[in-house]
């Protein structure tokens, strides 16, 4: 895929993120494509960010705004599963990175005058779907079974995000 191809199709992701998200998705998005970039341009980078945009369908569907958790939390997971595979410092990278669009949605959230309580119970629930997102990701390099690395991703991607959605009910 050539390089104009992925960033017209990033351009596009962040416009839905804006049109119909408004600025936090946006901002979240942005900062997502932007550290994903870190890692290099990689159509399965790409390929697993897009779905995201399913809990913005939702959302609009139902005026539910408090979808904004899941779907940050899929981005924030996105990142933290692609980045770097070495087994050095670098490693890191990725799980700062997903750590770093969990501040940004914190930032938002205080913003948006959300209470104290709220706040804690975020970055806690947050803070726990990151960490089991590491594990799943070591494990998953060390595991028996061999499926390819995005597919394993993206169910890690998918169900941290699920976790986010029913995280909702506390």
């Known amino acids: 895929m050539s390089t104009t191809v992925f960033i017209a ?20 998005g942005a900062l997502a494509v932007v550290l994903l970039a870190f890692r290099g341009i990689r159509i399965e980078s790409l390929a697993l960010m897009v779905p995201s945009l399913v809990w913005l369908g ?5 005026g539910n705004r408090e979808l904004f958790f899941p779907y940050t939390m899929y981005l924030a997971s996105c ?28 930032v938002i959230r205080i913003l948006q005058q959300a209470t104290v309580r709220v706040l804690v ?27 390819a690395p995005v597919v394993w991703h993206a169910v ?15």
């Open 121 to 147: 119970v975020e970055l806690v629930v947050a803070a726990a779907i990151l960490a089991v997102v590491v594990v799943a990701r070591a494990l998953g390099r060390r595991s028996v079974i061999h499926v």
């Open 79 to 106: 990142v933290a599963m692609r980045g770097s595979d070495r087994a050095d410092l670098a490693a890191w990278l990725g799980p700062l990175g997903g750590a770093v669009v969990v501040a940004a949605f914190m």
């Open 9 to 28: 199709v990033e351009l596009l992701f962040l416009a839905v993120a804006h049109s119909f998200g408004g600025p936090p998705w946006a901002v979240i």
């Open 156 to 170: 890690i991607i998918v169900a941290a995000s699920l976790l986010a959605y029913a995280s909702l009910a506390i």
């Open 58 to 62: 939702i959302s609009r569907a139902t």
